[in-house]
């Protein structure tokens, strides 16, 4: 069976109410495109999981798809806060979300630990910040080998990874490069994995700080571009600044938020750059 399937089929295919989903990118690659589509198939009853929520997690939050969101930073940056993952958490609307912070070495350490089939990962940090008392999934441990106390993290396997990539070749691997964040972390931890990608090529020609994920590590390829706007996809476009700032316009009030969700992802036409 291909593994190259629109972006629909794939939502419909591998995101289900209730999951655990981890749609990672860190400033850019950022799956917008994907996210759009879980609204529009109005998945509900979410885990999202990423280390940096932006705006793609505020309008899944504002939509109604997220119950619970685990994070290690949130923010639209550059601009201030998010209005909806505000409003949801402090309100309860649409639906009230409850949040499990980390620092952005503990979450990432938690896919490691899922990626290497471990139960936790042990690090140094939480210790001196309210974390380690307001965080569920941290412990401390005792080294066996010395007097030291260190933190543990569970490990984490979501139920679908989903990715932005510049590309992919015809046998099904992917390609990244630039900032790639924890996106293989993420992959590699998950139980299926959805990558979207700005362009499909016979074969690669690896760039500076190139990344190949595998096939075999890969459920679905849906070909997408400008797949990560308004984030920057390197090589492809750069971050359109000016989305960012409008969002804090959009999201501010639930009135303006539903006339976005109505005419740019719900409207025949979808959501275009």
């Known amino acids: 069976m291909s593994k190259f399937l629109s972006l629909s089929e794939a939502i419909s295919r591998y995101v289900h109410d209730g999951d655990t989903v981890a749609l990672e990118g860190f400033t850019h690659l950022i799956p917008f495109a994907a996210g759009h589509e879980i609204i529009r198939q109005r998945r509900k009853n979410l885990t999202a999981v990423r280390l940096t929520p932006d705006l793609i997690y505020d309008q899944l939050i504002g939509a109604g798809c997220v119950k619970k969101l685990v994070f290690s930073w949130g923010g639209n940056p550059g601009v201030g806060s998010l209005h909806r993952f505000r409003d949801a958490y402090q309100s309860g609307w649409p639906v009230k979300i409850s949040i499990e912070e980390h620092t952005h070495a503990g979450l ?160 025949e036409s979808g959501a275009k750059p």
Do not use: C
């Open 108 to 267: 990432t350490n938690r896919y490691v630990a899922g990626a290497s089939g471990m139960p936790f990962a042990v690090l140094r940090g939480y210790f001196g910040s309210d974390l380690f008392e307001q965080t569920s999934n941290v412990s401390t441990i005792q080294s066996p080998f010395t007097d030291e106390k260190f933190l543990a993290v569970a490990a984490i396997n979501p139920d679908v990874a989903i990715i932005h990539a510049q590309q992919a070749d015809k046998n099904g691997n992917v390609m990244m490069w630039g900032i790639t964040g924890s996106s293989k972390e993420a992959v590699f931890a998950s139980k299926a994995t959805i990558v979207t990608v700005e362009e499909i090529v016979d074969t690669f020609q690896p760039k500076f700080n190139s990344i190949i994920i595998p096939n075999v590590l890969i459920d679905a390829i849906a070909h997408v571009p400008r797949g990560a706007w308004p984030s920057y996809a390197s090589g492809y476009y750069e971050r359109d600044n000016d989305a960012y700032i409008a969002w804090d316009a959009v999201s501010k009030d639930r009135e303006s938020f539903e006339k976005w969700l109505a005419d740019e992802i719900y409207g």
